[in-house]
């Protein structure tokens, strides 16, 4: 009886772990997909380490560490073309986004707001969408119009723009990203989940008193 019922065991455990494998896995894509990646905690692979994670999620890097931001260019959603290296001398926010996400679309009120203020009060600071994984460009400009969203967006329907983040840096992770340029185009800042408008300002201010 024994010798029959070791097998029997042995099936079972196999099968167990197969489930929590598989549960692992899709609980990982489910995250990947649209949403935070762990509130707050510290991300993998960011900075070589030489950053510093707040309590809010907001992850920064001291003047002397920060690393170049890649090339980000390509056509925009509205259909022109844009290469964010020519903005240097400005502090750069870089929004990744979706249409078909929720997360982004409880932020995006902050960003329409933060982005005006900005611009009227003669701010050198630029806004740029990166809009991934959507199907089509229609989508996405219903989804500016319908959150008063004026600065460009590029389109990244595949997440090309995103995989330019080389390792070691504070590359984007999730949908939605912030990341946050300071005037010599250089990755001064990162959050990995929906930020509201205080959090928002508190990327941008410091980098603005920046000599």
């Known amino acids: 009886m024994s010798l029959s019922r070791a097998p029997r065991r042995r099936r079972s455990t196999s099968g167990r772990a197969l489930l929590l494998t598989a549960v692992t896995l899709a609980s990982a894509l489910t995250l990947s997909a649209c949403g935070d990646s762990g509130g707050g905690s510290k991300p993998s692979g960011s ?3 030489n950053y510093v994670t707040g309590p809010s999620g907001i992850s920064t890097v001291a003047k002397g560490d920060r690393a170049e931001a890649p090339l980000l260019d390509g056509q925009t959603v509205d259909g022109k073309t844009l ?5 240097k001398g400005k502090v750069v926010v870089l929004n990744v986004w979706g249409s078909w996400c929720p ?3 409880a932020e995006a009120p902050y960003f329409a707001k933060v982005s005006k203020a900005m611009s009227e009060s003669g701010k050198d600071v630029a806004f740029v969408g990166l809009n991934t994984r959507d199907n089509s460009k229609q989508n996405a400009a219903s989804f500016e119009e319908t959150y008063g969203i004026t600065y460009p967006s590029l389109y ?3 997440g ?3 995989l330019r983040f080389p390792k070691g840096t504070l590359n984007p992770q999730s949908i939605p990203s912030t990341i946050v340029l300071d005037k010599e185009g250089r990755i001064a800042a990162r959050t990995l989940v929906a930020v509201n408008e205080e959090q928002l ?3 941008i201010d410091p980098l603005l008193a920046e000599k």
């Not at 290469?83 to 903005?87: A, E, I, K």
């Open 156 to 158: 990244d329907p595949d």
């Open 201 to 203: 300002r508190s990327m």
């Open 103 to 105: 997360p982004c679309r």
């Open 47 to 49: 900075a070589g380490g």
């Open 83 to 87: 290469d964010v290296t020519t903005l």
């Open 160 to 162: 090309k723009l995103m």
